[in-house]
Nanobody, 124 residues
Framework: QVQLVESGGGLVQAGGSLRLSCAASGRTFSSYAMGWFRQAPGKEREFVAA????????YYAGSVKGRFTISRDNAKNTVYLQMNSLKPEDTAVYYC?????????????????WGQGTQVTVSS
């Protein structure tokens, strides 16, 4: 069973940066996709970024492309989301997620495993 634990959220001013971490355990992830989603109050959970652990693809939502970078540390089984040039509209709870590659999509409902979420608040 996959366990995902996020950390690194917080309060930052617009234009600032944060790095989120997601420690993954419970499986060998070579056949998995790992991703980040976010959910703002009153809104649906939306796709932010994802990659295949084997290195086949990396995708970003248009709203974060060029500002956010998803990466990983294989030795630590940890996924990161570096967020730069943050905007107030980036305020949300950010979730780390995992799914088997053959079930990959950018719809949250298709992702099988989730972390508990970490709050990111960007002040104007």
């Amino acid at each position: 069973q996959v366990q995902l634990v996020e950390s690194g959220g917080g309060l930052v001013q617009a234009g600032g940066s944060l790095r989120l971490s997601c420690a993954a355990s419970g499986r060998t992830f070579s056949s998995y996709a790992m991703g980040w989603f976010r959910q703002a109050p009153g809104k649906e959970r939306e796709f932010v970024a994802a990659f295949s652990w084997s290195g086949g693809f990396t995708y970003y939502a248009g709203s974060v492309k060029g500002r956010f970078t998803i990466s990983r540390d294989n030795a630590k089984n940890t996924v990161y989301l570096q967020m730069n040039s943050l905007k107030p509209e980036d305020t949300a709870v950010y979730y780390c997620a995992a799914t088997r590659l053959n079930q990959y999509s950018d719809h949250a409902a298709d992702w099988a495993s989730w972390g508990q979420g970490t709050q990111v608040t960007v002040s104007s």
